[in-house]
């Protein structure tokens, strides 16, 4: 088992000795430090931390503010931790999730990132209900406009048409043109050819088979 420190000051002006020395005194045998502010992805020395820290090490910081640029992040970090089965200590909040009481820690934060989790998908499951009753298209763009479907369509009605010289035509991929014409018409999907690619005459948009 080894113990492994993270030290994080916001910007280069301001000095880590404080923490360091706080790391040092709780036997941190490998210390790495971070000059960003908590928003910044780009954190070498936290990657770095992460990366040293395996099965049964435990990893130290002085403030649990100093490990994750959000409590979303934080949390993030924290399940992380706990799948690999490393143990976090802060030593301003007296957290060490190596002991009973910071396991039931690490239990009530992976609550609250599930709790978070099962917000932001509500959240975003009803954003895309509201947005579908106003008439906005939600997810993949549209490879073709309703009235391009119709074009196609058409044009697929001749007798020597072929999905890949009318897709040619559409500027479009024949997988693309076989999509927007499977979600035009759920009712009669076109039944292309195995030799030569031609469809048989579909219905307009809309209309049943």
Known sequence: MKTIGYARVSTDDQTSAL???????AGSHEIFDDAAGGVRRDRPGLTGAL????????????????????LRHLLEIVESLRDRGVALRSLTEAVDTSTATGKLV???LGSIAEFERELIRE????????ARRRGIHCGRRRGLSPSQVELARFALTAADATIAHVARQMRV???TLYRELSMCSKTREPTASTVDGSFEAVPPCGSSA
């Open 19 to 25: 923490q360091l020395d706080a790391l040092r005194a």
């Open 51 to 70: 990366a040293a820290v395996g099965r049964g090490d435990v990893l130290v910081v002085w403030r649990l503010d100093r490990l994750g640029r959000s």
């Open 106 to 108: 690490y239990g009530i």
């Open 123 to 130: 959240r975003t499951v009803s954003g895309i209900r509201a």
């Open 173 to 175: 991929s024949r997988a």
